[in-house]
């Protein structure tokens, strides 16, 4: 099944100790793009890869760091988590950027920083 | 700039009754809409898109939308609506942005409700 799978779907962490929420998915896509879902602000982007090895910030970088070594993953880490970072998190996939095909998200990432 | 404006940030129905929710958009040139419902819990799914193809989209679940240039809207429509529609809904235009990367600008959602 085509899918982008997000990993862990819920997690509670204190302030300052490093994390990783992974992405990965199975449908050969060359962009693959983070946004963060918060109440009245809707959806905002965070970093994107337009193909490995390539990635860019989006509207709302600070605090987060990307990597994307291979096609498939793009792990979203947060160094020194801060209150402010607990969001809703969503990865999502497309072919080469072009957003005319529709992007596939993953379930989310529900994060709480205390 | 492309823009995003869902004119209700909550819509109440009668289970069987139509929807409309409605979208307005800002853009300098033709764009991509979307609309994206996400479920309590769930994540995001595309609904229907538009192109630059037919003006009347069809999506699933029994949803469609349609573009009017002159009206700058994408509004989304179903003509009866059932208890598992109530869900989150956005609207969401494609902007280019550098070279070849396009962006996802965001509507902040219709959170619509079905009554039995």
């Known amino acids: 099944e085509a899918q982008v799978t997000q990993n862990p779907r819920y997690l509670i962490t204190v302030t300052g100790k490093k994390l990783t929420v992974t992405c990965s998915q199975n449908?050969?896509?060359?962009?693959m793009s983070w946004y963060r879902q918060d109440p009245g602000l809707g959806l905002r982007q965070i970093y994107y890869s337009m193909n490995v090895e390539v990635t860019d910030k989006g509207d709302v970088p600070e605090g987060y760091k990307v990597s994307r070594k291979e096609k498939r993953n793009f792990p979203l880490i947060l160094e020194s988590p801060s209150p402010n970072q607990t969001s809703l998190y969503f990865c999502?996939?497309?072919?080469?950027?072009?957003?005319?095909?529709?992007?596939?998200f993953g379930s989310g990432t529900r994060l709480t920083v205390v | 700039a492309q823009s995003v404006t869902q004119l209700d940030s909550h819509v109440s129905v009668s289970e069987g009754t139509p929807v409309l929710l409605r979208c307005n958009y800002s853009?300098?040139?033709?764009?991509?809409l979307f609309w994206y419902v996400q479920h309590p819990n769930k994540g995001l799914q595309l609904l229907l898109k538009?192109?630059?193809?037919a003006t009347l989209v069809k999506g699933i679940n029994g949803f469609e939308a349609e573009f009017k240039k002159s009206e700058t809207s994408f509004h989304l429509t179903k003509p009866s609506a059932h208890m598992s529609d109530a869900a989150e809904y956005f609207c969401v235009v494609s902007e280019t942005v550098a070279g070849n990367n396009r962006k996802l600008i965001w509507g902040l959602g219709t959170s619509l409700a079905v009554n039995p």
């Open positions: 449908m050969n896509h060359e962009y």
């Open positions: 999502a996939s497309s072919f080469r950027g072009q957003t005319n095909y529709g992007y596939t």
């Open positions: 538009y192109t630059s193809a």
């Open positions: 853009s300098s040139y033709s764009p991509s």
